[in-house]
């Protein structure tokens, strides 16, 4: 006997198998993927609560940090040097008490009383806010201002 002999035959599986696993393989690696992509986007995803939520009786925010969006109230913003203190009220339901936000630093150009706001910071009392981040929000219809070269030199 040779030493071809001795060696028992390999068996190929049918084309067929073969497929089914590199599909297998496939879905599980797309399953995989989308898992993977749909955890990254649930822990970057931040959303804000509506002031009437945050000064409802048993709220509690799921982190000491968070965000609220409301109104900027009308008259309410008082400034000074940089620190900026101003009350935001609810959209759309009424407040017994607006919640008092104080930032220091530099507001966006579009802040303004009556505009949108998102304030990202902690809560310093049962009815003051302490603003790490101040975003103003607009319309569809915000146009910035456009300084051109040419009528700049007239």
């Known amino acids: ?26 879905g599980v690696g797309l399953a995989l993927g989308v898992t993977l992509i749909l955890s990254a986007l649930s822990d970057n995803t931040q ?13 509690v925010p799921q982190s000491e940090t968070f965000r609220i969006g409301g109104l900027v109230a009308e008259g309410s913003i008082a400034r000074t040097g940089i620190t900026t203190t101003f009350n935001v009220e609810d959209f759309e339901r009424p407040m017994p008490t607006p919640i008092k936000v104080t ?49 700049i030199a007239s």
């Open 103 to 151: 930032h220091n630093g530099q507001l966006p150009n579009l802040f303004r009383e009556g505009q949108g706001v998102v304030v990202s910071g902690r809560m310093i009392g049962e009815t003051e806010f302490y603003a790490e981040e101040v975003l103003a929000k607009h319309d569809e219809n915000y146009q910035p201002k456009i300084d051109y070269q040419d009528e």
């Open 47 to 59: 959303f804000f609560y509506n002031p009437a939520d945050v000064m409802a009786k048993g709220f």
């Open 1 to 26: 006997m040779t030493a071809r002999s001795m060696t028992p035959p390999t068996i190929t599986p049918p084309r067929r198998n073969r497929r089914l696993g590199l599909i297998a393989l496939v």
